[in-house]
């Protein structure tokens, strides 16, 4: 199934796309699977989002989908249905700062 | 037709600055990864239109970059940095155990003969190699495996790994500064290491013969002497005539012997530059004077040079890896200033002009000769 998915600025400009990225995921479609298959489609993302070693999300990030922050469940839980059916992205949310 | 190549890190992006055999004319280019800090870029002595840049955010951790056509195109490479076995800890500021993280890299020293080696250097402090051109990145342990590793404490920009030399002389030979656990050296290719700051006085560590715990901010050598070692200290600059097995202060008459970059001429090996700043609390130069000092005798004797600076009114910083010279005759001198300053000199020295004066806050600055 076809996945959207929503980069910050920066991470666009690093994997030189603009807007969404549509991938192709196999069910289940969970964060890890979501992000595996952005990671093998855009290798210069490897280590920007999750941490290379232990896999887990950079303190900086946050994961959204229907207006629900996913950050803290499990990246093997299941995404909204939405978000499988390609309704709905999935969002990579860079913390806002500046003071 | 002799040019320039004068790459620069900022803040928010990197810049590449193209001028004439005279310095007169620039063509700038920028910025490249807008928005990212850009601590260090530099090119591969060995081919000069192959650059690496380290381009890193708080945000998305560690990017590395790589240049094949002079930095007019851009492709990501190898980005992991992990370090060699279980990591371990260090000393955090006050004094407890911390465990060795991998923060950014600092500085990047592409191979003296091989444009696919470059050799990292890291924070949390450590020593990384590439041999395949940024693709993988492996640490070299044995600096972090020296038994006084577990005493090195970070500096107030964190522990970095900041200056990397090599000895054209001694390919075997490599010479590393950590902030703030001091210098050390190689001389088999990086697999063992010894601090080298015998010599070195820093206030606030008891013991005059610490081995280890200086606050070391730059070394600067020239190719053609390589046992000679240039040293800016936290406080204090330093001269080694024995490959650093020994260091004698050679701060002299400056204003200050606070800084951070020190930098030699390219066809004078003890004519040498530096920039002194008030205090390690005061990141600005004494009086509001941005001046270069310039010593002709290797330290103790110095001249400011001050033709075309900012004397009034001036409180920037150079940072450590923001000085750098070209390889023309006459020599051209060239720095980077935290307001985005980079001056330029044809001269040695003796005269001044900037380059750019609006650019993000500098963080590096390296200089390629092309002929």
Request: glycine content about 10%; aromatic content about 8%; hydrophobic content about 35%.
């Amino acid at each position: 199934m076809t996945i959207r998915v929503v980069l910050p600025a920066h991470l666009q400009t690093l994997a030189r796309v603009s807007g969404e990225v549509k991938l192709d995921v196999d069910s289940p479609v969970t964060p890890r699977s979501v992000l595996d298959a952005l990671e093998t489609a855009y290798p210069m993302l490897r280590g920007t989002i999750r941490d290379h070693v232990t896999g887990t999300r950079r303190p900086f990030v946050r994961f959204f989908a229907c207006e629900q922050d996913l950050s803290h469940e499990s990246q093997d839980a299941p995404l909204p249905e939405a978000v499988g059916t390609g309704a709905e992205p999935f969002l990579v949310i860079g913390a806002m700062a500046g003071g | 037709m002799s040019s320039v190549r004068v790459l620069v890190g900022t803040r928010k992006g990197a810049f590449v600055l193209t001028g004439d055999g005279k310095r007169e004319r620039w063509d700038v280019s920028g910025p490249h990864f807008g928005g990212w800090e850009i601590y260090h870029l530099k090119g591969s002595p060995a081919d000069p239109n192959r650059l690496y840049a380290s381009q890193s955010s708080a945000w998305f951790g560690q990017v590395i970059q790589r240049s094949n056509d002079g930095g007019k195109t851009w492709e990501t490479v190898g980005n992991k940095f992990v370090y060699d076995g279980i990591p371990g800890t260090h000393l955090w500021y006050d004094g407890t155990p911390h465990p060795w993280e991998f923060a950014r890299v600092w500085h990047l020293e592409p191979s003296l003969t091989d444009p696919d080696t470059v050799y990292a250097g890291v924070e949390d402090a450590a020593l990384f190699r590439t041999t395949d051109g940024g693709q993988s990145w492996h640490e070299l342990p044995g600096l972090r495996g020296h038994g006084s590793a577990a005493a090195w404490q970070p500096g107030a920009g964190g522990m970095c790994l900041h200056t990397i030399v090599q000895d054209p002389s001694q390919p075997r030979r490599l010479f590393v500064a950590i902030s703030a656990a001091g210098a050390f050296r190689s001389d088999d290719a990086g697999t063992t290491w010894r601090p080298i700051n015998r010599g070195l006085k820093s206030e606030g560590i008891p013991d005059p013969n610490a081995e280890v715990g200086h606050c070391v901010h730059r070394i600067a050598m020239h190719p053609s002497r390589p046992g000679v070692l240039f040293m800016q200290k936290h406080w204090d600059v330093m001269r080694s005539a024995d490959a650093g097995e020994s260091w004698q202060e050679v701060s002299g008459n400056l204003p200050s012997d606070f800084g951070f970059p020190i930098d030699v001429h390219a066809h004078e090996p003890e004519t040498i530059y530096v920039v002194p700043i008030k205090s390690d609390s005061e990141h600005y130069p004494p009086d509001g004077k941005l001046r270069v000092y310039r010593s002709r005798s290797g330290g103790q004797e110095w001249e400011p040079l001050s033709n075309g600076l900012p004397q009034r009114h001036c409180y920037v910083n150079v940072l450590r890896d923001a000085m750098a010279v070209d390889a023309l005759d006459p020599c051209g001198v060239y720095f980077g200033t935290t307001g985005g300053q980079v001056y330029a000199s044809p001269d040695g020295g003796n005269t001044w002009a900037p380059i750019v004066r609006d650019l993000p806050s500098v963080v590096s600055v390296e200089v390629q000769t092309l002929r």
